[in-house]
């Protein structure tokens, strides 16, 4: 076999090598092909397995960690929630919307594959500025793609973010997540058990679609990524839904041994992985496969892509009672193997063995690296912000209403109004509140969901920006009353083969894992997409954060928007703005400097503490954490949904400069409303939580009215909030119009 | 009062449907497979939102053609009552039970929003109990631009036919409240006999102040008070 045939599949002279010694002889070109997916970045996590071992991934309400298809976690009454977030960026950077699709199509079938019902949707996107026409057609074209697919399947999508900035102009990030609720008896493992097993392949027909997607994942972005759109796979969210339907009526009948969906790497994947887990064997014969076109070769079988396709072992005896269930959802299910004890893979066309290896050498004994670390250059160079590089702007009413208009900050509802968000009816807290929650039927209990990151805070520090990623999503959730349990994680970076990229990469996991230790809330899956970057660089690091948290009682739910004329509006938590990393410094100034907020984990941890239990005492009307665009946009922000003013009034302590406490950025602070009645309550339980509260304005009136006053300074915001609202509202459907 | 709720392959508002019905109403329900023709003795058929057959063809269309349908057919034309949400609308029209048909909505967008419905003849089953107010019942779909030709229209019309337009919360009948750009903000007929409703929004959604509204409760609260009187 000459060099240029493994090159071209992306394996490296090393692992050629490493193959011919598995085999003991040079493989063939389909089980080099199988080798190449499997040991793609995307597949075996080659570079990034040994840092992800920092995560901790166990606790009391952990029944599952990383392994299997997505982590599970125990929420009491007998039941369990499943959630997991994967990434398909380069697909959506050539493709948006069968790109993005696919992606929602590809993290359902992990959740329902473990046994759960998928019972809602989110996503994290990024893309360049929406001024370029390529962008707002990526972004469309995404946005659509997720519509198109969770609105038909009938899951809702109920929250996720929005990111514009330069960095992502080339390489747009989609990450998707899914959760699920199942009941704890009835989860099922992606494993091969049982010597003699029927293998069964159900769902769609195999065709030539995303022939080496994971290799074109594990990658940079070229000229000739356009070229690869075969690569991208097509969608059909009906057949989906079919299969989930199907699918869980078999779990239900407990007659699944082992269920594994086919996504990247397909059947070699789904086979290799199967076994492996359960430690047997695997033979399937590629011309029982049911095709969607003629003449496909063997190895174009083994890699495709096609979607909507599961992978399910069975007892013998139990194949008509599966071909039934499939049949009666108009799919196809067809025996195509069984399970072996010899612990290998063994594939044959019409009884003919075209390829044959060891299950674990495919599934787990990819080459594992430790890049080369090191810290960039800029690093240095940016945290050398002083305010005297910032000019101070004259007018408050002008900057705000930049900010409150600049894409980043503006209201979202030129996505959400996209998406079904409704359906299942569970959402009891909608989109554009700090988190999405969902009532669980027949209990009185509800979880929160949230998605989040932030890719300039990363740059800057991916330390400090790993730590806050996980922290604002914990504060998310716990400001909608919800308890955090449990993290999925997606790290988007670029190629680590270069040093200082995978510095970024080491750097952000070591924040995540200590942030993730410190508030009891373990990594139970996730996914890691590396080589997001272009000839004109890389992405920002951005590792996004997938949190679920638990209300045990929905009754005590909290959203972000004032509730009542009157009610007084309380500054809780602590900490120093600072315009480091802020939408401030960015929109207002062009800047991309500083050192991102600091956090004290001890501080936060009894800040939430205390929200957490203010809000379940009922002492609190409304509750909204300090993130981007700081406290002036935090108070703006509860105004909108009840169209409800404020007449805010802030001295400026110390030398603090009033534009950066009024747009700066914060960690452990955030805006609550209560009922006048309530203060003295609240009051003594932050004293006795040892977190400062105090007063800054009430609820009032049809204005927003915001002072700032100091030793010869005052400053002040006042405009209609009817005016605020259409910007606000408008920003980003305006930019959609250009 | 025992209702039915229709399950096709695609279908994905059966659940809140028949969660409406047996939480919220506290009525005897069952799910009523597209293949069969057995009614099961129901008093109301409710044809759920979803994607039929993926609506690959046009929305409804392949279910209009189902053993299930021609059931519900015989039973419309016997004056049983039947409720087409969003998808069941589209397939209602398909089914040729409506007149008219439901476009693309004029954004090219999916659209899942609060709307408010004028309430245009409460003398049907399925809103005799509305006020003379604003009801808020979200929107969720794709194709939910209702058009009629006008001989078609003139007919509604001069009929009370049109039971829903979108309005605003005062109740202004308003391009601006219109989601998809139905002609004359149409959002629900009936037909001539008044026991089939077809209605984009979806009332099930609209069940309890939890989920933002319990306006939708009225009109099942409508059929349960009809269905007692007949």
């Not at chain 1, 969770?150 to 899951?155: A, E, Q, S, V």
Request: proline share 5%; glycine share 10%; aromatic share 8%.
């Amino acid at each position: 076999m000459k060099p240029e045939i493994w090159h071209q599949l992306g394996v490296k002279d090393q692992e050629f090598e490493m193959i011919v010694n598995i085999l003991g002889r040079e493989p063939n070109y389909v089980e080099l092909s199988m080798y190449s997916v499997m040991w793609s970045e995307h597949c075996s996590y080659k570079n990034s397995k040994n840092t992800l071992k920092l995560f901790p991934t166990e606790n009391e309400r952990i029944l599952l960690g990383p392994g299997e298809n997505a982590g599970i976690v125990d929420i009491g009454d007998g039941l369990a929630v499943v959630f997991k977030v994967e990434s398909h960026n380069h697909p959506s950077a050539i493709e948006p919307y069968q790109g993005a699709a696919t992606g929602v199509g590809g993290i359902i079938r992990d959740i329902f594959t473990m046994g759960a019902r998928p019972v809602a949707l989110l996503n994290s996107l990024r893309f360049g500025p929406l001024e370029d026409a390529k962008i707002r057609w990526l972004f469309g074209g995404v946005v659509s793609g997720i519509a198109g697919y969770g609105n038909c399947i009938g899951i809702p999508t109920v929250g996720g973010e929005v990111y514009f900035d330069g960095s992502y102009s080339g390489n747009p990030l989609v990450n998707v997540m899914c959760v699920g609720i199942m009941d704890q008896e009835k989860i099922s493992l992606g494993q091969a058990k049982g010597t003699g097993n029927s293998v069964i392949l159900v769902g769609a027909r195999t065709g030539r679609d995303g022939i080496h997607g994971v290799t074109f994942a594990s990658e940079e972005l070229g000229e000739e990524s356009e070229e690869k759109r075969p690569a991208v796979q097509v969608g059909d969210p009906f057949m989906e839904k079919l299969l989930i339907e199907a699918c869980l009526e078999l779990i239900d009948m407990g007659v699944i041994v082992g269920i594994q969906d086919l996504g990247g790497a397909g059947l070699t994947c789904a086979t290799s992985e199967m076994a492996s887990r359960a430690g047997t064997g695997m033979e399937i014969d590629i011309s029982l496969v049911p095709r969607r076109e003629e003449g496909m070769l063997p190895f174009e079988v083994m890699i495709s892509e096609s979607q909507e396709r599961m992978l399910l072992v069975v007892e013998k005896e139990s194949e008509e009672l599966v071909k039934k269930v499939f049949d009666r959802w108009e799919l196809s299910a067809t025996v195509i193997g069984r399970v072996t004890d010899d612990k290998m893979v063994r594939v044959k066309e019409k009884g003919e063995v075209v390829a044959e290896m060891p299950a674990k050498s495919l599934a787990d004994e990819a080459p594992v690296y430790c890049p080369e670390m090191k810290t960039p250059s800029y690093i240095e160079e940016v945290c050398r912000l002083t305010h005297s590089k910032i000019p101070e702007p004259a007018d408050p009413e002008e900057v705000f209403l930049k900010i409150i208009t600049s894409p980043n900050i503006a209201s979202k509802e030129w996505v959400y109004r996209q998406y079904d968000h409704m359906v299942r009816t569970c959402t009891v807290v909608l989109p554009g509140s700090d988190a999405a929650v969902l009532r669980i039927r027949g209990t009185k209990k509800g979880i929160a969901v949230t998605i989040d990151g932030n890719g300039r805070y990363a740059y800057l520090d991916p330390y400090l920006g790993g730590i806050t990623a996980v922290a604002e999503a914990a504060r998310n959730l716990v400001c909608t009353g919800a308890e955090p349990l449990a993290v999925t994680d997606c790290l988007n970076f670029g190629n680590p083969e270069k040093p200082e990229i995978f510095w970024q990469f080491y750097k952000a996991v070591e924040g995540m894992s200590k942030a993730c230790q410190e508030f009891n809330t373990p990594v139970v899956g996730g996914n890691v997409s590396f080589y997001n970057e272009t000839a004109k660089g890389a992405i920002f690091p951005t590792p996004v954060v997938g949190m679920v948290g638990l209300l045990e009682d929905l009754d005590q739910r909290c959203t972000i928007d004032y509730k009542e004329e009157g009610d007084h509006i309380l500054l809780a938590g602590q900490g120093e703005p600072t315009a480091g990393g802020s939408e401030y410094l960015s929109i207002i100034h062009d800047l991309l400097e500083g050192c991102p907020p600091e956090i004290d984990l001890e501080q936060e941890i009894k800040f939430q503490n205390f929200i957490l239990e203010a809000i379940r005492a009922g002492l609190v009307s409304s509750a909204h954490d300090l993130s981007q665009g700081g406290l002036a946009v935090a108070l703006a922000e509860g105004c909108f949904k009840n169209s409800l003013g404020v007449q805010v009034k802030l001295s400026a302590e110390r030398d603090i400069r009033w534009d950066i406490l009024l747009f700066g950025e914060v960690q452990s602070r955030a805006v609550l409303s209560i009922k006048p009645d309530k203060y003295i309550e609240i009051m003594e339980l932050a004293d006795k939580k040892g977190v400062p509260l105090k007063q800054i304005g009430e609820v009032k009136g049809k204005d927003f009215n915001l002072e700032v006053t100091g030793p010869e300074m005052r400053k002040a915001i006042n405009l209609p909030l009817e005016e605020i609202i259409e910007k606000w509202r408008g920003a980003i459907e305006c930019m959609m119009e250009l | 009062m025992k209702f039915g709720v229709v399950v096709f392959p695609g279908s994905n508002c059966d659940l809140d449907s028949y969660y409406m019905v047996k939480d919220v109403l506290k009525q005897p329900v069952e799910y009523l497979w597209h293949r069969d023709k057995d009614l099961k003795g129901v008093d109301c058929v409710i044809l759920p939102g979803g994607f039929t057959y993926g609506d690959y063809l046009r929305p409804g269309a392949i279910a209009g053609f189902s053993p299930l349908v021609e059931s519900v057919k015989e039973f419309a034309h016997k004056g049983g009552l039947v409720l087409g949400i969003c998808n069941g609308f589209q397939v209602l029209t398909e089914a040729g039970l409506l007149p008219g048909a439901l476009y693309l909505n004029i954004s090219l967008q999916f659209r899942c929003v609060f709307t408010y419905l004028k309430v245009e003849n409460n003398r049907t089953p399925f809103t005799n109990l509305t006020e003379d107010r604003a009801l808020k019942i979200p929107v969720a779909h794709g194709d939910g631009n209702y058009y009629a030709d006008p001989e078609t229209l003139t007919e509604l019309e001069k009929n009370g036919r049109i039971v829903f337009r979108y309005c605003n919360p005062e109740g202004e009948v308003t391009k601006e409240a219109n989601p998809n750009g139905s002609l004359d903000n149409i959002a629900g007929i009936c037909n001539e006999k008044g026991n089939v409703l077809g209605m984009m929004p979806h009332p099930e959604r609209a069940g309890e102040e939890l989920l933002g509204s319990d306006d939708g409760k009225i009109i099942f609260d409508s059929i349960l008070k009809f269905w007692g009187e007949n």
